[in-house]
């Protein structure tokens, strides 16, 4: 009798504990559901937007040409890194633009002409890094081209000049 009792008592304890378990189980997926909701209506809000990415690209972009053409290598590294890391950025986040597949496009738009830019810069060759400068600056053009903003133009700098957009509609300025 003593047994039978002991054994009820200890089955209902383990019910007890079970079904607080399963309560504690059920409150943490309602908190998880209400975080997911939270954060997909953040990134419905706050779309991926490209001319910021492209702002920051012709920011840093001119001032790594600055430092190079100052022959100030490690500030022209520090720009490099800003950029590239950038623009790996942009890569990761898979966006698409009117069809365009912008993401898919960084790479060899801008992450693979940057190499030469990076060698450039740890040779300290000056020639090199404005060559590579040139190169960099043509895929920006082309890559504008191909997702169908043929208007965003820089000039390909010229030895001693800064890099400038072009707002003339003129193509051969
Ligand atoms: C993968 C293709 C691609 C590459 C590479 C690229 N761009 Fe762009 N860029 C775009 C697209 C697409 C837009 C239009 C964005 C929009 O519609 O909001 C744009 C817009 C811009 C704009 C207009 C926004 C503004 O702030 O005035 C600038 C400037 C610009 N890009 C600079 C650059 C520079 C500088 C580089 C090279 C270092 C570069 N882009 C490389 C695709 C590219």
Sequence with gaps: MQLLKWSLGLSVALLLIGGLGLFALHRENQVLQEEVQRL?????????????????YERFLTKLHQAGTAQNWELAAFYYEELEETAEQLEKLNVSDDGVPVSAMMRPNLIEPLEAVEKAIQARNKAAFQAALKGVVARCNSCHVAAGKPYVRFALPEEGQPIRQLFSKDTDN
């Design 40 to 56: 997909s209506h953040l990134i419905e809000e706050r779309p991926v937007e490209l001319a910021t990415f492209m702002a920051s």
